[in-house]
């Protein structure tokens, strides 16, 4: 006897089928997020806006000459990362460096520094924001007395800092680099919105979320949906006046991605059975 044969199922859609996804990401930052939405299915336009500018660093040379002083170095981005890296080698300094401890938040700045054979973060909070940091050390006894060195953005918060200050610590804010729009990626993303050609723009941070809207007639800043990580970045977009679509609470480029998917998932099935 000849047994019918079942149909083979057709293999599910990827999720964000159809889904047209600007990464405002630069550089090494922004294709692992491309490359993920990617995977999901989406259509994605690698668009940095934003560059980094190195500051004046003479400060940042004078504090790394007192580097043995400091107790703890403070590390939020992979970009504070990269030019305290750069001015330790012109000092000469990788010894001291090697033995500072680190507190750092995110994965990707945890990894940055791994690479330059810098001691194991000390702490490294899974909240990967300030607030988490700041939680994460007010449990310790070492905090209250010791000095801190903050290479930092021009312009950054002072949650972190002011927070440390308060648990009795002194911190040394260094402002190294600082984030300026890049003209050629606003002229892309101006006219890829102007076409019709994206759904939705990542946004990593408020200065992300400034050089988008500079770059975009009011018109249109005000009908962009936006993915914003962190609650940070997603309060700025919403004062700019851009619909926040997703808000990933994990502030990592995982969590994103999920978020996105959970956000945009369902929509691009439909788009795809159409």
């Known amino acids: 006897m000849i047994m019918a044969r079942t149909p083979a199922r057709a293999p599910e859609p990827p999720p964000l089928l159809g889904v047209r996804i600007a990464v405002t990401r630069a550089g090494e930052r922004g ?6 939405l990617r995977a999901k299915g989406a259509t994605v336009h690698e668009v940095p806006l934003t560059r980094i500018e190195t500051l004046d660093l003479a400060p940042l040379h004078d504090a ?7 107790d703890w170095v403070l590390l939020t981005s992979v970009n504070a990362v990269e030019h305290l890296a750069r001015v330790v080698a012109e000092r000469g300094a990788e010894a001291a460096m090697a033995t500072r401890r680190l507190a750092v938040v995110g ?11 810098w001691r194991t973060p000390t702490v490294q909070p899974e909240n990967a924001q300030a607030v988490g940091m700041l939680d994460a050390m007010a449990s310790r ?3 209250e007395g010791a000095r801190m060195l903050y290479p930092c953005a021009a312009a950054a ?10 648990l009795g610590a002194t911190v040394e804010s260094v402002p190294a680099y600082r984030s300026a729009p890049d003209p050629d990626g606003q002229a892309r993303i101006r006219a890829l919105v102007k076409s019709g050609e994206i759904d939705l723009v990542t946004v990593a941070a408020p200065s992300a979320v400034d050089a ?7 018109e249109h800043a005000g009908r962009l949906p936006v993915a914003c990580i962190g609650p940070v970045t997603a309060r700025a977009a919403k004062v700019a006046g851009f619909p926040v679509k ?4 994990a502030a990592t ?6 978020s996105i998917v959970k956000a945009c998932g369902k929509e691009s099935s439909r788009a795809g059975a159409n």
């Open 246 to 249: 997703v808000e990933s609470g």
């Open 64 to 70: 790394v000459r007192q580097l043995v002083e400091f």
């Open 107 to 117: 994965v990707a700045t945890a990894a940055a520094a791994e690479r330059y054979g």
């Open 212 to 218: 988008l809207l500079d770059a975009l007639p009011p």
């Open 141 to 143: 006894s070492d905090i």
């Open 31 to 36: 294709s692992p997020l491309a490359d993920a």
């Open 253 to 258: 480029m995982e969590g994103w991605v999920i």
């Open 157 to 166: 918060r002072d949650v972190l800092p002011d927070g440390l200050r308060a």
